[in-house]
């Protein structure tokens, strides 16, 4: 599904804060030209304004705002409008001090930073309401302005009273009655038994952090608070004439928010890309295919439509640890990269540097030389260049039949489980070490929650789903049942949804499926490892080794050490019409690489290109009149790709009859080549 936004297709463009130039009106006509020059067709404007907006308490002055708009429409450069809800004007906070957060030690915060403030606040709703509401009213169906960015960067939680007490109404709408929270929570631990609503407090480190429940229900709430701060928001907006989509700019892995529970509420994904390129040890490989992972998280929180990549910097990142450059080429591939993983837009934070500030060093189109010519501006120009001749895929997507679970409630319970490894769990690094395989292949892929409809796919991959909610277990069995390949993995099927152990053999209501139960859980040091040999190879083994019965499971590898040597650790079970494969142990990535690669190819699973790729290059599909391969060599040297059939550039129109050459960190896109 395409996005309506006035004719535009590929959107390219940056955060513009003219607001800090406005004593300086030449900054602002230059700003203009350039941004032409720059191919810039788009910029998100207002996003931290308000003081500006609302100086004092009542007194709007959007006048400013509305001729930065007209101006930009009349050059053809259209807006993606804020609203300023993720840093309030000092005004705000000195008169109204319960807009500020509480810490989790209880003290509330004082003035400063972004995201410092309350979301249960009925003032600082109010106040956000009203100024949304004027911005709706005087721009929000201005001709420039094509989509809402709401706030900036949802982030944080609040343990002021006002949100303690809304917990409790949450959680009183959830379980009804202090018995059933009491159960759900196994209270009788440590005699932490609740007899009045009034004893629950949210976890903190003075107070209860060993109730599992509490501290995984803590976190729903957050997420739910804030997707209801995020509605009042919307409701400004709509309540004042204002029909335009809406977006909020997402964080990738952010921790504490189930961004799954955003997509009902926004009609477009967006979300802040800031990759560490060039680190010494790894490549930029490895952060390629974490990068690709992130896109392909993002586009799967709406699947039936393409996401905006909203920010990402055209040079460098300057909170980092060290703020590297963007090698000559590294600037075009990974903007390309957005675009090959479902992305309809590269835009980046910033279009000029401030002058002060914490971001006054950060990466920008245009730096504090005020110059066109450098190398930066030249890199952005191209991408613009680029993406008008990529117009013709806006709107199409890839079209995966694999699939990876990545669930935040998940994630949050593993981190809070008291062992196995309080060293780390390293829940997020597995998901990526899978979704890498598939990466390397060229494999279209998808992620799924537990709440997320299976149909549709022949290959699901479920790491580490250590606690089973929403029913995801039958969820399972019906797809494996109905001819689906599940690869499940250790640490499985342990725990409910308020983290209580499942009685009976594990993984729960699944061993049939994986024709097996598991009876103890190794927990390795870091130092330490095991290894198995699998198709020949050995593989090493670390993080978790469980020891596993299998029943009706075939061993396809054993443990190679300790006392549990011989032992089955990778097994099979034909299961309905499908098959579930279990892997006991954490193993290292070459086994992934090659474990999914016999799994895909033996489904006969599409690639977005059919040829073998070489380390380091990448390929992604999106599927437009016809598929579209995105060839990406994230290698400092150039890669050839072995071709299967003619293929023909989709820009150039030149053949590629046996392969594919790619300079260093080179992107191409490339369809079968049809002859007359």
């Keep these: 599904m395409k996005p309506d936004f006035k004719g535009l297709d590929m959107l390219h463009g940056c955060d513009y804060n003219p607001e800090q130039w406005l004593d300086m009106p030449e900054i602002l006509e230059q700003d203009i030209a350039c941004m032409k020059k720059a191919n810039i067709n788009c910029v998100s404007?207002?996003?931290?304004?308000?003081?500006?907006?609302?100086?004092?308490?009542?007194?709007?002055?959007?006048?400013?705002?509305?001729?930065?708009?007209?101006?930009l429409y009349k050059n053809g450069i259209y807006t993606i409008l804020g609203t300023p809800s993720g840093a309030r004007p000092v005004w705000l906070a000195k008169k109204y001090p319960e807009v500020l957060r509480v810490a989790p030690d209880m003290t509330r915060n004082l003035m400063g930073a972004r995201h410092n403030h309350c979301f249960t606040s009925p003032v600082y709703r109010r106040k956000v309401y009203e100024v949304n509401a004027m911005l709706a009213k005087t721009l929000g169906n201005h001709p420039g302005v094509i989509l809402w960015h709401i706030s900036n960067e949802y982030s944080g939680a609040c343990f002021c009273p006002l949100c303690q007490a809304e917990f409790r109404i949450w959680l009183k709408n959830k379980y009804k009655s202090l018995e059933n929270l009491n159960k759900a929570w196994w209270t009788a631990f440590w005699s932490h038994r609740y007899t009045d609503w009034s004893q629950i407090e949210a976890p903190v480190p003075k107070g209860e952090m060993d109730v599992h429940g509490l501290t995984l229900d803590w976190n729903r709430f957050v997420t739910d608070r804030t997707v209801d701060f995020m509605k009042n928001e919307i409701a400004a907006l709509r309540e004042n004439g204002s029909q335009l989509p809406v977006t909020t700019n997402l964080m990738e892995f952010h921790y504490s928010l189930n961004y799954f529970k955003f997509k009902d509420i926004i009609d477009i994904v967006s979300w802040d890309s800031y990759p560490m390129w060039h680190l010494p040890?790894?490549?930029?490989?490895?952060?390629?295919?974490?990068?690709?992972?992130?896109?392909?998280?993002?586009?799967?929180?709406?699947?039936?439509?393409?996401?905006?990549?909203?920010?990402?910097?055209?040079?460098?990142?300057?909170?980092?640890?060290?703020?590297?450059?963007?090698?000559?080429?590294?600037?075009?591939?990974?903007?390309?990269q957005a675009i090959a993983h479902g992305a309809d837009s590269v835009q980046y934070f910033q279009w000029r540097k401030s002058r002060g500030g914490s971001e006054k060093f950060h990466g920008a189109v245009v730096s504090h030389d005020c110059r066109d010519d450098t190398r930066v501006f030249k890199d952005v120009a191209e991408v613009g260049e680029r993406l008008k001749k990529l117009g013709g895929l806006c709107g199409s997507l890839p079209q995966a039949k694999a699939a990876i679970f990545f669930d935040w409630?998940?994630?949050?319970?593993?981190?809070?489980?008291?062992?196995?490894?309080?060293?780390?769990?390293?829940?997020?690094?597995?998901?990526?070490?899978?979704?890498?395989?598939?990466?390397?292949?060229?494999?279209?892929?998808?992620?799924?929650?537990?709440?997320?409809?299976?149909?549709?796919?022949?290959?699901?991959?479920?790491?580490?789903?250590?606690?089973?909610?929403?029913?995801?277990?039958?969820?399972?069995?019906?797809?494996?049942?109905?001819?689906?390949?599940?690869?499940?993995?250790?640490?499985?099927?342990?725990v409910n949804e308020t983290d209580l152990c499942f009685l009976g053999d594990a993984p729960h209501g699944l061993t049939d499926?994986?024709?097996?139960?598991?009876?103890?859980?190794?927990?390795?040091?870091?130092?330490?490892?095991?290894?198995?040999?699998?198709?020949?190879?050995?593989?090493?083994?670390?993080?978790?080794?469980?020891?596993?019965?299998?029943?009706?499971?075939?061993?396809?590898?054993?443990?190679?050490?300790?006392?549990?040597?011989?032992?089955?650790?990778?097994?099979?079970?034909?299961?309905?019409?499908?098959?579930?494969?279990?892997?006991?142990?954490?193993?290292?990535q070459d086994f992934y690489s090659d474990f999914f690669r016999y799994i895909a190819e033996s489904l006969g699973l599409e690639k977005a290109l059919s040829a073998q790729l070489p380390q380091g290059v990448s390929a992604s599909r999106r599927i437009a009149d016809k598929p579209v391969a995105i060839v990406q060599n994230f290698n400092a040297e150039t890669a050839v790709v072995q071709l299967n059939s003619e293929m023909q550039d989709y820009e150039s129109g030149e053949i590629y009859t046996a392969a594919i050459e790619l300079a260093p960190y080179e992107v191409k896109f490339v369809k079968e080549y049809e002859k007359n």
């Excluded at 500006?52 to 930065?68: D, K, M, N």
């Excluded at 490549?283 to 993002?298: I, K, S, V």
């Excluded at 606690?467 to 689906?484: I, P, T, W």
Aim: charged fraction near 25%; proline fraction near 4%.
């Design 513 to 588: 499926v994986y024709g097996l139960r598991v009876e103890e859980i190794d927990a390795l040091y870091d130092e330490e490892s095991n290894s198995m040999n699998w198709n020949g190879k050995e593989y090493a083994l670390s993080l978790l080794c469980e020891r596993v019965r299998p029943s009706a499971a075939d061993t396809l590898a054993v443990y190679s050490r300790d006392f549990y040597a011989g032992e089955a650790v990778l097994c099979a079970n034909s299961f309905g019409k499908g098959r579930a494969y279990y892997l006991a142990a954490g193993a290292e």
């Design 281 to 336: 040890a790894g490549g930029d490989a490895a952060m390629g295919a974490r990068t690709a992972c992130c896109h392909d998280l993002m586009r799967s929180i709406k699947k039936d439509r393409p996401f905006l990549l909203m920010e990402s910097t055209p040079s460098m990142t300057n909170w980092f640890p060290v703020s590297k450059l963007k090698k000559p080429g590294m600037h075009m591939l990974s903007s390309m």
């Design 45 to 71: 404007v207002g996003i931290f304004s308000w003081a500006c907006l609302e100086p004092e308490e009542g007194v709007y002055r959007l006048g400013w705002l509305a001729e930065i708009v007209d101006r």
């Design 409 to 494: 409630e998940n994630r949050w319970a593993i981190q809070e489980t008291k062992g196995p490894r309080n060293a780390g769990m390293h829940y997020e690094k597995t998901v990526i070490a899978q979704y890498r395989a598939f990466w390397e292949m060229g494999l279209p892929v998808d992620f799924v929650d537990m709440e997320s409809d299976l149909t549709g796919y022949s290959l699901i991959a479920a790491p580490m789903l250590y606690m089973y909610r929403s029913g995801v277990e039958k969820k399972l069995r019906a797809f494996v049942e109905n001819g689906g390949v599940l690869v499940g993995s250790f640490f499985q099927g342990l």
